[in-house]
């Protein structure tokens, strides 16, 4: 068994630190517990904001020479390996991340769809991803084979209860939470895994009766996953993040999202008293009006393939924070130092121009 103790008492060094005190200034969410590997602040700041860097667990699986199967399914595993990642992000990555006294537990972006019954595979070197080649909805008539959900024995959720119960027996002792994992993916996400990408488009055009029976069967078990959550830890109902990496032109047009996507968002919404975080890695230029409308958002992710200018005009008539990416290959490995400088005082003009409250920049990989 790896022992944890010194990378505890050294990661709560770095929280008390100075430089980690200074950081926390930069951040309006500096202590909001992140649930999950990469950290994402709103700025506190409208001149001079703040950036981020970060890698996916695939890059720390190969800096740190991290078991990926072992670090998803071995809870000693995940907490050794997320506390040795933090520490190294902050010793290598000179920018203004936040860290805080928790840690959390990871199952990737898998998590809700094995609750719903869809069957995972662990992978070496990367996140768990569910099987696209036995899609858990292959006929529309297995919808009605989804079983209740379970909070304590339904897909991961056993797992997620077993991983709490270790890392809150490991951290004992030290001024440390253990963070419970919250839903990430979107409706519209988990509808795409349950179903498949070309089936639930199809669908959309096709089958709108079905369509909505799904979205409103997951939206649901994100309520109720949710709730119980919140009973189970004795807190408030946390706000929902959207991971909506399927939601990009041109496969989702404005139309489309507007009719079947955003009433399940919006309900979403009400239910956990705001969004914290929308987020797409596509080109979601077309939709910015349309996400507007998700009530009580407080931060949007502009990827590197999304008009960062359009962005700060929509969104300047609201008062939400923008999460800038910038693409790692073409945008730092292959520019020399002007060549960046360039790319991220354009990005500054663009935001500037647009008056938007809390932009920030995000480096996914690097």
């Known amino acids: 068994m790896k022992d944890i ?22 951040w309006e969410n500096a202590d909001e517990p992140y649930l999950a590997e990469r950290w994402r ?11 981020t860097m970060a890698m996916d667990i695939a890059g720390y699986s190969k800096v740190l020479d991290i078991n990926c199967v072992d670090y998803y399914t071995k809870a000693e595993d995940q907490l050794y390996h997320q506390l040795q990642y933090a520490i190294w992000e902050f010793e290598n990555l000179k920018c203004q991340r936040s860290f805080d006294k928790t ?6 972006s898998t998590f809700m769809a094995s609750m719903f019954g869809a069957k995972i595979n662990y992978l070496l070197g990367q996140a768990p991803w569910f099987d696209e080649k036995a899609h858990l909805l292959k006929e529309k008539s297995d919808i009605l084979k989804i079983k209740p959900l379970d909070f304590y024995h339904s897909g991961l959720c056993e797992k997620a209860h077993a991983f709490y119960e270790t890392m809150c027996k490991l951290t004992e002792g030290y001024d440390i939470e253990v963070m419970f994992p919250v839903s990430l993916r979107s409706p519209f996400s988990l509808a795409l895994m349950l179903r498949g990408f070309s089936e639930i488009l199809i669908d959309s055009f096709e089958d709108k009766a079905f369509f909505n029976d799904l979205m409103r069967l ?7 996953y949710a709730k119980e959550r919140a009973d189970f830890l004795g807190t408030p109902i946390d706000k929902f ?28 919404s009400e239910f956990s008293n705001g969004v914290s975080y929308w987020h797409s890695c596509g080109n979601t230029s077309e ?3 349309s996400i507007c409308k998700v009530p009580n958002l407080q931060m949007m992710h502009i990827g590197p393939w999304s008009d960062v200018a359009k962005a700060a005009d929509v969104f300047s008539k609201t008062d939400l924070s923008l999460e800038i ?17 360039e790319k991220l005082m354009s990005i500054k003009n663009a935001c500037d121009g647009g008056q938007v409250s809390g932009a920030g920049g995000w480096i996914r990989d690097i």
């Open 5 to 26: 103790k010194p990378l505890l008492e050294k990661y709560l060094e770095i929280v008390d630190s100075k430089q980690n005190q200074e950081n926390k200034k930069y």
């Open 41 to 51: 602040g709103r700025s506190a700041r409208k001149q001079n904001t703040p950036f």
């Open 103 to 108: 840690v959390f537990i990871s199952f990737g």
């Open 218 to 224: 997951i939206t649901n078990y994100l309520k109720q």
């Open 241 to 268: 993040k959207l991971f909506n990496d399927e939601i990009a032109a041109p496969m989702v047009s404005p139309q489309m999202y507007e009719e079947l996507i955003l009433p399940y968002e919006t309900e979403l």
């Open 287 to 289: 939709l910015y009006e």
């Open 325 to 341: 990416c910038i693409n790692s290959v073409e945008d730092v490995y292959e520019m020399d130092e002007t060549q960046m400088r």
